[in-house]
């Protein structure tokens, strides 16, 4: 037993880069996920010294060496522990003095106010980290040192505060340079916190700000579902304002990182939260809705948007009328209602070439829905195509899915063989109904059948 101790300080120094600043800063017990909070301390006196030697380097002409980022641990949810052999007073002091060397202007002296008050003012100056010359690693060693101690002030008022100030340095952090770090940082104080904490939401509200400047939305957000059970767990949960604020934030977030798809489905479920009561608030929200549904060259299929409270409130004005074309109408009433309005489609900023390519196609599937077998002459008509366009829309038309065809050049004409639905109303539930209630009785003289054929007598060969 001696002899292993003996070599234990030895095989320390063995152990793989990121995992022996964590072995040789702490006496750590537990996954390393969690390290990487609690170690921040140990590290940080170690980026001092870098500080240190970078300012003897300046005033001696000495070599400058440049710190790389630190690794990424694994692991989504951890439990943070405290581990270290320093107070966490100590640590707040080791936090003043990094912070002093970078250029902040901070008392060296401690706060009589108490410990809430010296994290108040480390938080309030710790963006001067970002625009020193820390290294990334030095940043989010200093990051995660905050998070270790904010996870041990007591909860209450301030706590929320603090933890409001923290968020907001992180997200006007550079995220050129700093976005990744900021949101390591935001994911670790995430999981730290108590899972029925309210204030996890307005940290997970600046996740989603961060991770959309550097394009990793996807790795704060999965889907609708996934977010509420991970916010609803506080007690009280998030209000029906603060959800659509965050809703609002995601669909923004998700259109700009080109995700139209998922933007639409944060915009329906945004609209979803009015009632009758309030649908007048959220004009701009459904007016948003409308515009990015028309825009998006994936969407096609609208009809649900006309069942939404705050799309009904629109009735009657430009943009519901809008909606209503490229919902059930053809080609033709889109071109009049341009031709009546074209200031209005140049104001919110669709394409009028691409509002017709949509349309065709809508008014193809419509068609298709009556007729099985068009001829390229009806379709040069209803579609406003040259005869040497036919062939090249019907081709395009196949590559969205919404439509099963195949044409015949020599005959010249598309034969369709499956197709969506533009509108699922009540004549489609007639249709689905008349369909089954058919299968339905065609299965009964089936097993009517089979059942005679079992039950026939058997006549013995002569």
């Known amino acids: 037993m001696r002899d292993c101790l003996a070599v234990l ?23 390393t996920g969690a390290c990487q909070a609690d170690c921040s301390a140990g590290r940080l006196k170690r980026e001092r010294a870098k500080v240190k030697r970078r300012k003897e380097g300046r005033s001696t002409g000495g070599h400058r060496t440049q710190e790389g980022a630190l690794p990424q641990h694994g692991g989504s949810k951890m439990s943070v522990y405290t581990f270290l052999e320093i107070d966490v007073n100590a640590q ?37 980290a970002f625009s020193s010359e ?7 060693a200093l990051l995660n040192s905050i998070v270790s101690v904010l996870i041990v002030v007591p909860v209450g008022e301030k706590t929320e505060s603090l933890i409001l100030a923290f968020c907001e340095k992180l997200a006007k952090a550079p995220s050129n340079r700093l976005g990744h770090v900021c949101l390591r940082v935001l994911n670790l104080l995430f999981h730290a916190l108590p899972e029925n904490l309210g204030v996890r939401y307005h940290v ?41 604020q965050l809703l609002r934030l995601l669909h923004q977030t998700l259109l700009a990182n080109k995700l139209s798809e998922e933007a639409s489905k944060v915009m329906i479920e945004l609209l979803g939260t009015y009632t009758t009561e309030n649908a007048s608030q959220a ?19 609208m009809d649900h948007l006309l069942t939404l409270k705050p799309v009904k ?80 829309f019907i081709i395009e038309a196949l590559k969205t899915k919404l439509v099963s065809a195949r044409m015949d050049q020599n005959l010249r004409k598309v034969f369709v063989t499956s ?36 039950t026939a007598p058997i006549v013995p060969a002569k």
């Open 9 to 31: 300080p030895f095989l320390l120094w063995l152990l793989p880069d990121w995992l022996c600043e964590t072995a040789r800063d702490c006496r750590c017990v537990g996954d």
């Open 92 to 128: 707040v002091e080791e936090l003043r003095a990094y912070l002093k060397e970078v250029g902040a202007e901070i008392s060296m002296e401690r706060s009589p106010k108490g410990l809430e008050d010296d994290l108040h003012k480390i938080i309030g100056v710790c963006d001067t």
């Open 134 to 140: 820390a290294t990334e690693a030095e940043v989010e």
């Open 204 to 244: 997970y509200y600046t996740m989603v700000q961060v991770s959309g400047q550097i394009g990793q939305v996807q790795a704060v957000y999965q889907s609708v579902e996934k977010m509420r059970s991970t916010l609803n767990t506080a007690q009280p949960p998030p209000s029906t304002e603060q959800l659509q």
């Open 283 to 301: 004009r701009e929200d459904a007016h948003r809705c409308i515009i990015a549904s028309l825009a998006d060259p994936t969407t096609y299929i």
């Open 313 to 392: 409130f629109l009735e009657g004005e430009l943009i519901h009328d809008l909606l209503t074309i490229f919902v059930s109408e053809k080609l033709p009433g889109y071109i009049h209602f341009y031709n009546n309005h074209k200031e209005f489609i140049s104001s919110i900023g669709l394409d009028h070439e691409a509002n017709v390519r949509k349309m065709r196609l809508l008014t193809f599937i419509q068609m298709a829905e009556s007729q099985s077998e068009m001829s390229f002459d009806l379709l040069m008509q209803e579609l406003q195509l040259g005869a040497e366009q036919v062939e090249g």
């Open 419 to 454: 197709r969506v639905h533009r509108t699922f109303g009540r004549s489609q539930w007639q249709a689905l109904h008349d369909t089954l209630t058919g299968w339905k009785t065609n299965l009964a003289l089936v097993k009517e059948s089979m059942q005679a054929i079992v």
